[in-house]
């Protein structure tokens, strides 16, 4: 009989209860046991959602992140969190955020809270994870006591649980040698620690534990092969079966290797690989089980259940009991449950699944291969019915929309000059001083923001009175910055709940949720917009908003958008047609916009890029070709502007020194990018590419709570002026400022423009 499983679950509960537990207990305003005494009752409810499964994961629960749960069991914490009171927990919060809750730092090292941890995404997902840090003398030591807890209380519950750790190889490839030195060299010192933990579990009975090793389906070489076979060699003697888990692509070249590692399963991802699934069962030994993700763990489609079982069907007969099925990576990735969306339209909720829906998928598929597909025709035939009207709907297709793109043309994408042309245009324009100062763009999201928005959306607020509550936020965030003698200065986005989705509800061809929300980081959740249809902008979306903030001052005001490519790689995109046309509609739209900005007068434009690079591909062979489209449609979305207009985008938490060239084709004026967690690492890109626009790198860590110090801004500036001549110099925070609090962000900022004032004594 074929084994039904999963491979993890949301942690944030399907209300986002983890969320307002972990900022509670952040602000002391709840104890430590009352925080986990939620995190109890979570994994409690998730179990019981999985309900049915033949063996439910256990351990992909984390208070933050699982990668970081990860360091914590290896003893692999960085140095300056040692020897700080509080538990366990506490110092995870610290790696994660540079403090952990009010009233936990009362050792004297802590007042002003620690460096915080890098933190970058998970392969290519808007998850972010915090980075394990290594160095030549990092050593490993066990500790097992979460994993454990986690265990017990799922055998209580009477769960057949599989424990779900990183596998050794991925998690020192998805870490940083913070000294440079070698991190496969501390292999050797891992695998005890791995075998060891094996081991702890054998003891307490447990027979399966999942290793997730995704960094199998990227580009290896030689001596990460080999590292594959010497970590899975030391640990066959472990007296638990190992499943070697692989998700987000396709094995290709890896497929020999993954299919004869000395393990007893392997888990693919046969959303993505399915043309390479027939040669890698024909590379399969004959003992060992292989489980295939057959519902996508990543989208929110439904699956086509019918196509799935004309691919399984043969293949249970082939393989028997040594098939498997899940979802294609874990399900942190999509919201909770459809059944509590009372507010979609009946038709396009018909197409959707989210993670409880997706594994009844998996319980249908389950039950046609045991009892054949008569067992679940009725199932079978809702599910056929509901594709074929998706397939069938008139709101999928825009003929208008689709000529548009067809009209597309290379000079669509060309500024009028080249850069230097347009810098001395836009120097004369702007007056702006040397190290001028900005941010990017959103200010706190108050409490009064919030009830102002919810009660609006409620219907119990009426237009005029919201729209004077949102221009009052407006009005206080100007005052703000012109007090704080910022240079460039922003209207601080009081009207929107989300950087996408609130362009995404301007636009045709889109829909939203009420509670489809996931995990970014930590108690970030967002809530991912719905791209069903072809893209069009009814109406301009930001102009009034834009034009009122620059009215309240005679400083430059930037006008705010998010990019095409951003918008698509933070959606939950259609999947009946390539990305790269959705792209190129979402470009159209936002060109409207910015050249309607530019014609109310707005003299500075940024278009926010914050996840071009999560959009790659996996594997290097395949970047290109994503480079091509995602740059052609940021220059389409940017270039009507004429010289004067000056274009900004902005870019956070990911590696930049790999695809250099291809941001400096997006040909901004001005570009700001992430670089305070990395203390300035991602300016290294800068050493051997001579980048010719102007960059602002971010000097403010607006994820933690930590407030910089004008000196450490200083030491942050010259470091850059070592590699990008200071007149292109920017002064700027790393993100919005929406998750901070007001009494950070001031003296945050003050301190960050009076790091420009003594830069500019230097110039």
Known sequence: MTTIHNLGFSRIGAGRELKFALESYWNGESSRDE??????????????NQAGLDLVPVGDFAFYDQVLDMSCMLGNLPERVQGFHGDALDNCFRVARGRSATGTEDHAACCGGVAAGEMTKWFDTNYHYIVPEFTAATSFTLDAARLLEQLAEARAQGVTAKPVIIGPVTYLAIGKAKDGSDRLALLERLLPVYAELLDT?????????????PILVTELDADWRHAFNNAYHALKGARVRLLVATYFGRLQENAWLAANLPVAGLHVDAINDREGLQSLINLLPAHKVLSLGVVDGRNIWKTDLKAVLDLIEPLAERLGERLWIAPSCSLLHVPVDLASEHKLDAELKSWLAFALQKLEELRVLGQALR????????ALAANQAALAARRASPRVKNPAVQAAVARIDTAMGQRQSAYAVRASTQARRLGLPAYPTTTIGSFPQTAEIRHARSEFKAGRLDQSRYRTAIRAEIARSVREQEKLGLDVLVHGEAERNDMVEYF???????????FGWVQSYGSRCVKPPILFGDI???????????????SLTSKPMKGMLTGPVTILNWSFVRDDQPRSVSCRQLALAIRQEVLDLEQAGVRVIQIDEAA?????????????????????SFRISANGVGDQTQIHTHMCYSEFNDIIAAIADMDADVITIETSRSDMELLDAFDGFKYP?????????IHSPNIPTQEHIVELMRKAAARIPAGRLWVNPDCGLKTRQWAEVLPALANMVAAAKTLRLSV
């Open 35 to 48: 925080l986990k005494a939620l995190g109890a009752q979570l994994r409690q409810r998730h179990w019981e």
């Open 201 to 213: 579990l054998a003891g307490q009975g447990v027979e399966w534990v999942q290793m997730d090793e």
């Open 371 to 378: 009892e054949g597909r008569a067992a679940v025709q009725d």
């Open 504 to 514: 995404g509800e301007q636009l045709d061809g889109y829909a939203f949720s009420q």
């Open 536 to 550: 069009s902008r009814p109406k301009t979306m930001t102009v009034e908003w834009i034009s009122h903030a620059q």
């Open 612 to 632: 071009l690079r999560e959009g790659l591909p996996l594997r290097r062979s395949q970047w290109q070709e994503y480079l091509d489209w995602a740059v052609e």
């Open 693 to 701: 626009n102007a960059i602002g790198p971010g000097v403010y860590d």
